[in-house]
């Protein structure tokens, strides 16, 4: 399946952004969808992952209570609200799909998703 991400940009730190990632195909419902991004001179990171259904949600530690990953299936769409940036959060922001349902702990590593959208820059100013 092919991931198109965007809703990147430049925000001010304490400020909200939404990114978007729309798949090409309508079984994009049926698998595991995952946000990761990558800091300047640092690996990618996974940042939050949700069910299929909607139904359950995992998030990292650093953006617990802060972000918020949604879905749309009838719109082949995933979203990851951010609030309370901070500086740290500058990163290149990518979506991807786990076609598989890898959950609990293999929901963070990269290894477990299949597919990749092409990135979306988030610059946070302080």
């Known amino acids: 399946v092919q991931l198109q991400a965007s809703g990147g940009g430049l925000v001010q730190a304490g400020g909200s952004l939404r990114l978007s990632c729309v798949a090409s195909?309508?079984?994009?419902?049926?698998?595991?969808m995952g946000w990761f991004r990558q800091a300047p001179g640092k690996e990618r990171e996974f940042v939050a992952a949700?069910?299929?259904?909607?139904?359950?949600?995992l998030y990292a530690d650093s953006v617990k209570g802060r972000f918020t990953i949604s879905r749309d299936n009838a719109k082949n769409t995933v979203y990851l609200q951010r609030n309370s940036l901070k500086h740290e959060d500058t990163a290149v922001y990518y979506c991807?799909?786990?076609?598989?349902?890898?959950?609990?702990?293999?929901?963070?590593?990269?290894?477990?998703?299949?597919?990749w959208g092409q990135g979306t820059q988030v610059t946070v100013s302080s």
């Open positions: 991807a799909a786990n076609r598989f349902n890898r959950w609990g702990s293999a929901v963070s590593t990269e290894a477990n998703y299949d597919d």
């Open positions: 195909e309508r079984t994009f419902s049926a698998y595991v």
């Open positions: 949700i069910w299929w259904s909607g139904g359950c949600t």
